[in-house]
């Protein structure tokens, strides 16, 4: 008999399921679906969405929207959420991923483009020339397009943080994941106050329009550790903040504490607005890339988003 997950009890009344059904949710169909894959196969490109195991992926497939995941899918870091392999010698970059993902941009018809990477300890700039490569090239190929960038830490370093903020991307993002207290466990090799440091950073460089992070929930934290980190992150700088349920993406990572209310979520959103933040996303599916564009013109435009 197979073994069931470890799951926290279902919160909400009357469920006899094992996941509340906020969790539950109905399977996009459609051509665009199948387009999506075959635009991303034919240009051998990789996906945070297909590789981390985002619970919103058939549905960004099915609008013809993707988070690139360049550099590889080996990471040099093994964080206990993270569903991407990890490795101490990953491959070396490929110099023609740049362009490939420029086309992929292109075929997609993407208007706002997110580019992420794995961790990438083992390169002199970790990554960073390779990243600005990548934003040159889709501004080259789809002028008229934005760029977000969901980077490591780079362990800190001003000058990788330079290299990327110099391609002058539309959105930095650097997720602090987690609140202070289960930072430990839950990040490899990455620190919350450093997280803190490389944001501070990025706004006082002043050189991309909005800052972003995003927080996981459902690791074991309380309300009062979440409104801390929210106030963190504004302290730091952060314009634009996400907070999305934590789901195990494999049995080998760390377990769900618990299922966050929907009412929870909108509670912190509206603490983040309270503090003057006018681009808090909060839900049970939200992740630091779902309905990126949608935020994005919300916060070109000047708008307060409501999620």
């Known amino acids: 008999m197979k073994k069931l997950n470890i799951l926290p009890e279902n919160p909400e ?32 490109l990789n996906t945070v969405c297909e590789e981390a195991k985002c619970p919103n992926r058939l549905e960004c497939y099915s609008n013809k929207t993707a988070t690139f995941l360049a550099l590889g899918k080996e990471c040099t ?21 740049p362009l490939r993902i420029a ?4 075929a997609l018809g993407l208007q706002h483009v997110v580019i992420t990477m794995v961790a990438r300890d083992d390169l002199a700039d970790q990554g960073a020339t390779h990243i600005a490569e990548i934003i ?7 002028p008229s397009a934005t760029t977000e960038v969901l980077t490591s830490d780079f ?25 202070r207290r289960l930072s430990p466990r839950v990040r490899h090799r990455a620190t919350y106050e ?24 459902g690791l074991g ?9 929210i106030r963190d992150l504004y302290a730091a700088g952060c314009e634009i903040i996400t907070i999305g349920q934590y789901l195990q993406p494999n049995r080998n990572k ?22 003057g933040i006018k681009y808090m996303y909060s839900g049970p599916f939200v992740r630091s890339s779902y309905n990126a564009a949608l935020l994005k013109d919300h916060a070109f435009k000047g708008e307060t988003f409501h999620g």
């Open 13 to 44: 009344k009357g469920s006899k399921g094992r996941f509340p059904s906020w969790l539950h949710r109905k399977l996009p169909r459609g051509s665009e679906l199948s387009e999506t894959n075959a635009i991303l196969r034919k240009h051998h």
């Open 77 to 97: 870091r093994a964080c206990g959420f993270c569903d991407i392999d990890f490795s101490k010698h990953p491959k070396p970059p490929e110099k023609d991923e």
């Open 103 to 106: 086309q992929s941009v292109k």
């Open 136 to 142: 040159h090239a889709i501004r080259k190929e789809n």
């Open 155 to 179: 362990s800190g370093e001003e000058k990788p943080l330079d290299i990327v903020l110099n391609a002058k991307p539309e959105i930095f993002n650097h997720n602090i994941e987690t609140v």
């Open 194 to 217: 450093r997280t803190l440091k490389v944001l501070a950073y990025v706004k006082g460089q002043n050189k991309v329009p909005f800052v972003k992070s995003g927080i996981m929930v």
């Open 221 to 229: 934290e309380t309300d009062e550790e979440v409104e801390e980190t």
């Open 254 to 275: 760390l377990l769900v504490k618990a299922f966050v209310t929907p009412e929870q979520f909108k509670r912190y959103e509206q603490y983040g607005q309270s503090l």
